[in-house]
Structures are given as structure tokens and as C-alpha cells.
């Protein structure tokens, strides 16, 4: 039976909800298909490992000291690592910026410190290489 106290809703109002469905159906694709992956950043001394940093566990910034060659800090943030300072001769290290939002890696030779991003990488079609 049709209720004939029962409001219908108006035009504006199904626009409305329209609108809010395609929204949150954009941000649904957009979350699913752009969501980075867990990324990790490698960090080796002198060819060794020396630690790995999984940026999405990283909850506040934190400065890693590592006795090298030279001594190297690090700064870590959940965007990525960077080198703050180094003793080396020609400081080009502190220039690489974050790893890996600005590059997938960064190196200071003089203190053979490496900082490299190991987030895989997808090829569509491919999976991991």
C-alpha cells in the first residue's frame, strides 16, 4: 500500500544524494588503485646493512647518528629519510632530499652511507619485478 502521509523527496534533495554517491565512489577507486605501498627505506654502511625503515610504522620524526667513515645523521619522517649532516669534505649528500619523495636513493660516498627506497615496483600486467 502507498503511505500518502509519506514526503517524497524533492529534486534538490536527489541531486544531493546523487552527488554524494559518485563522491564517495571517486574516492573509493582513488583509494584503492593510488594508495601507496608499504614503503621501505634501506639504509647500508660500508656495504653492510645497517638498518631498514618501514615508513607507514614511523608515528613521530626521529634522527638516526651513524658512526661511519664520517659521522652521518639521518632524519626520518613518514614521508621518507633524509641526510641533515654530515662530517664529509663535500657535504653534496645533504642535497638529495627525502628518499623516496624526492628520489629513490641517496648516497654519501665519503662515509659510504647509501639510502635507498626498496618499495617494489608494479607494471600493469606484470605483478612485482
Known sequence: MINPTRKKMTKTETILVITVCI????AGI???FFRRPGETVEIT??????????LEQ????????????YPVTLHVTREGVT????QCPDKLCEGFGCVPRDSN???C?????????????FVVGRGAE
Open 58 to 69: 614511523v608515528i613521530s620524526e626521529y634522527d638516526i647518528q651513524i658512526d661511519a667513515a
Open 109 to 121: 660516498l665519503p662515509a659510504k652511507v647509501v639510502v635507498r627506497s626498496t618499495q617494489e615496483t
Open 23 to 26: 563522491l564517495l565512489s571517486i
Open 45 to 54: 654502511v660500508d656495504g653492510h646493512h645497517y638498518r631498514t625503515v618501514d
Open 30 to 32: 582513488f583509494l584503492a
Open 105 to 107: 636513493s641517496a648516497v
Open 83 to 86: 641526510f641533515v649532516h654530515s
